[in-house]
C-alpha cells in the first residue's frame, strides 16, 4: 500500500514568493496533520483535519499560512509571501480516525528553502 | 497542557552497548505514549507505542513500558547496531480534544 505522498520533495524559492505543498493521505484514512521540522523548533503541529474539516488551526504561525482539505485523499499547505524563516521541512501526516491517540503515519516531507 | 520532556542528545554509543533514552510527560487523563525514530532524510516512523498504563510497547529490540506513577516512558534496548543511528522522538496524544506533542528528540550515533 502507498504510504502519505508529498510533493514536491524539496522546493527553493525567493522572499516574497508563493508556495504550496501538497499532500495525499493513506487511502481511508480520515485525520490529515501537517507539522513543521527545524532545528531551533523541532517538530511543531500546524493543523490538524478529521473528516477534512480543520479541528485545531492554532499552531498555524500567522495569517501568511493557510491550508485547505478539499477532500478525503488531498491536501495543502500555502505560505503567501513566503519569508526566509520559512525554511524548514514541512510533514504531513494521517491516521485512521479521530486522530487522537492514534498512531501517525507520516510523509517522507517536503524541504523547503526560501532566499 | 501536554507536554514531552526528553533527554537532551546526542548520545554516541558502541556497537552492542546498552541505551537508554528517558522521557517524561505532563498530561491530563490518560494519554497514549509514542516512541518514533527518524532516518537521516526521511519521515517519522512509530517504532512502538503504550495505550495504558503499565503496558510494555516493543519493536526490533526497543521497549518501553508506561509508567504512570512516574509519569516516564523510557525507551531501552540491550544491544545497540550501527543501523539504529537516528533521532528518536517521544510523543504523546491525549483523548478526544488534547494536543498530540512530540518531544525535541534525541539524536543516536552507534558506532562500530
Known amino acids: 500500500d502507498a504510504g502519505v505522498i508529498q510533493s514536491p520533495r524539496h522546493e527553493v524559492t525567493e522572499m516574497g514568493q508563493e508556495v504550496t505543498l501538497r499532500c495525499k493521505p493513506i487511502s481511508g484514512h480520515n485525520s490529515l496533520f501537517w507539522y513543521r521540522q527545524t532545528m531551533m523548533r523541532g517538530l511543531e503541529l500546524l493543523i490538524y483535519?478529521?473528516?477534512?474539516?480543520?479541528?485545531?488551526d492554532s499552531g498555524m504561525p500567522e495569517d501568511r499560512f493557510s491550508a485547505k482539505m478539499p477532500n478525503a485523499s488531498f491536501s495543502t499547505l500555502k505560505i503567501q509571501p513566503s519569508e526566509p524563516r520559512d525554511s524548514a521541512v514541512y510533514f504531513c501526516?494521517?491516521?485512521?480516525?479521530?486522530?487522537?491517540?492514534?498512531?501517525?503515519?507520516f510523509g517522507p516531507g517536503t524541504r523547503l528553502l526560501v532566499l | 497542557g501536554n507536554s514531552v520532556t526528553q533527554m537532551e542528545g546526542p548520545v554516541t554509543l558502541s556497537e552492542e552497548a546498552f541505551l537508554t533514552i528517558n522521557c517524561t510527560y505532563t498530561a491530563t487523563g490518560y494519554p497514549s505514549l509514542f516512541w518514533y525514530v527518524q532516518y537521516p532524510g526521511e519521515g517519522l516512523q512509530l517504532l512502538l507505542k503504550?495505550?495504558?498504563?503499565?503496558d510494555k510497547g516493543s519493536n526490533k529490540g526497543f521497549e518501553a513500558t508506561y509508567r504512570k506513577e512516574t509519569t516516564s516512558f523510557h525507551l531501552e534496548k540491550g544491544s545497540v547496531q550501527v543501523s539504529d543511528s537516528a533521532v528518536y522522538f517521544c510523543?504523546?496524544?491525549?483523548?478526544?480534544?488534547?494536543?498530540?506533542?512530540f518531544g525535541p528528540g534525541t539524536r543516536l550515533s552507534v558506532l562500530p
Open positions: 501526516a494521517s491516521s485512521p480516525g479521530t486522530g487522537w491517540g492514534e498512531t501517525q503515519y
Open positions: 503504550a495505550t495504558k498504563a503499565d
Open positions: 510523543a504523546l496524544s491525549g483523548g478526544y480534544g488534547q494536543n498530540f506533542v
Open positions: 483535519f478529521n473528516n477534512n474539516v480543520p479541528i485545531d
